[in-house]
């Protein structure tokens, strides 16, 4: 099988079930971005030496993959044979949170991104899943879409945030607290 197709060639793309969109559509925007999401979340585990976090984040990437497929899909007879979200997914997240924040201490300012590649990468992820969250809660407004596609992404930037500042902590960088000049 070729990797092209020629079939974009017009500016559409297909949907999962065959109905073609301009490729700025709306929901290409959302799936895309995920994408995007999915890449950087590589990007982060190729520079994690945590075991425990690379697997956790080929989980994300999993699940993410399930979010990306569940907003490429333009048809209700494909979506029923999807895989699905379910609420244990975001219970899941809140409970690597949890586990995480036991071994940081408190923060009570805003830290500036960086410090280590990694961390770095990790407050990427981070601003894409908002980016992901804001253009799916604008399709979620103008179309059907589960609502706990919408809470998973919230959820799951608070997740790369926390991630960020373990990553800090595991590799000896500085947490830079944001002064205000005001």
């Known amino acids: 099988m070729k990797i092209y197709t020629k079939t974009g060639d017009n500016g559409t ?27 950087y979340a590589g990007v982060v585990r190729d520079h994690v030496t945590n075991e425990e976090l690379s ?3 080929i989980h994300i990437q999993d699940k993410l993959m399930v979010c990306a497929a569940i907003l490429a899909s333009g048809n209700d007879e494909f979506y029923e044979k999807l895989p699905k979200l379910s609420n244990e997914d975001i219970v899941w997240l809140e409970k690597q949170i949890d586990k995480m924040e036991e071994k940081l201490p408190k923060l009570n300012k805003f ?23 804001r253009i799916t809660l604008s399709l979620y407004n103008s179309t059907t879409i589960p609502e706990l596609l919408l809470k998973y992404l919230n959820r799951l930037s608070d997740y790369l945030f926390v991630l960020s500042r373990l990553l800090s902590r595991e590799f000896q960088a500085i947490e830079i607290p944001w002064q205000t000049s005001l």
């Open 55 to 57: 697997k956790n984040l």
């Open 13 to 39: 793309t297909a949907l999962i079930g065959g109905i073609r969109v301009p490729k700025n559509h709306l929901r290409i925007e959302a799936y895309g971005t995920l994408d995007e999401l999915i890449a």
């Open 111 to 133: 830290i500036l991104p960086g410090g280590h590649p990694a961390v770095s990468f990790c407050h990427v992820a981070r601003t894409v899943c908002r980016r992901a969250e």
